[in-house]
T-cell receptor
Framework: QQPVQSPQAVILREGEDAVINCSSS?????VHWYRQKHGEAPVFLMI?????EQKGHDKISASFNEKKQQSSLYLTASQLSYSGTYFC???????????FGQGTRLTINP | EAQVTQNPRYLITVTGKKLTVTCSQN?????MSWYRQDPGLGLRQIYY???????DKGDVPEGYKVSRKEKRNFPLILESPSPNQTSLYFC??????????????FGPGTRLTVL
């Protein structure tokens, strides 16, 4: 079952913050986050496991709310290089399938 | 260099002409998968394989076949392509350990046009 991402698209100025959400109606075991730049393949950002994890590197971090079956990706003080489409992938507990969302298109303007 | 390769990168074909898109990884990954990407629909899984000779349907398997005879290769076969299979296709691989998917490594993509 495909997770739902919101918003579908967001436009920011450089330096502004963004939050991208990923929700599932099923209990999740893990959430993956990937970024895809135009014309390229998706690239791994991070994985979060159930248990309410938080992770981050540079100014990109994420959280996993197990009770809500929701993960949020936080991009702080956005840079031009953050532009692209962000995908979450979810692994439902017991299902052993990794399913990606429809993507969130992030545009950072100077 | 650890990588997933796909061939061809671009392909224009006609309805009904059988084609194969190859995918190969050099990281000894158990898990391999095929996705198609269409505007607004994200990455939709076509087929996946947990190991050699083990394959299963994803969310959009109709019109596609796969095989996993060797660990490194996972070809996608379109026996009778139709215009609605025009799309961008990605192959991906990862370790699958302790019941958990690890980082997915994606190939560069194959842009297929079926006329």
């Amino acid at each position: 079952q495909q997770p739902v991402q919101s918003p579908q698209a967001v436009i920011l100025r450089e330096g502004e913050d963004a939050v991208i959400n990923c929700s599932s109606s099923k209990a999740l075991y893990s959430v993956h986050w990937y970024r895809q730049k135009h014309g390229e393949a998706p690239v791994f950002l991070m994985i979060l496991l159930k248990g309410g994890e938080q992770k981050g590197h540079d100014k990109i971090s994420a959280s996993f709310n197990e009770k809500k079956q929701q993960s949020s990706l936080y991009l702080t003080a956005s840079q031009l290089s953050y532009s692209g489409t962000y995908f979450c992938g979810t692994e439902i507990e017991g299902a052993q399938k990794l399913v990606f969302g429809q993507g969130t298109r992030l545009t950072i303007n100077p | 260099e650890a990588q997933v390769t796909q061939n061809p990168r671009y392909l224009i074909t006609v309805t009904g002409k059988k084609l194969t898109v190859t995918c190969s990884q050099n990281m000894n990954h158990e898990y391999m998968s095929w996705y198609r990407q269409d505007p607004g629909l994200g990455l939709r899984q076509i087929y996946y394989s947990m190991n050699v000779e083990v394959t299963d349907k994803g969310d959009v398997p109709e019109g596609y076949k796969v095989s996993r005879k060797e660990k490194r290769n996972f070809p996608l076969i379109l026996e009778s392509p139709s215009p609605n299979q025009t799309s961008l296709y990605f192959c991906a691989s990862s370790l699958f350990a302790s019941g958990m998917y690890n980082e997915q490594f994606f190939g560069p993509g194959t842009r297929l046009t079926v006329l």
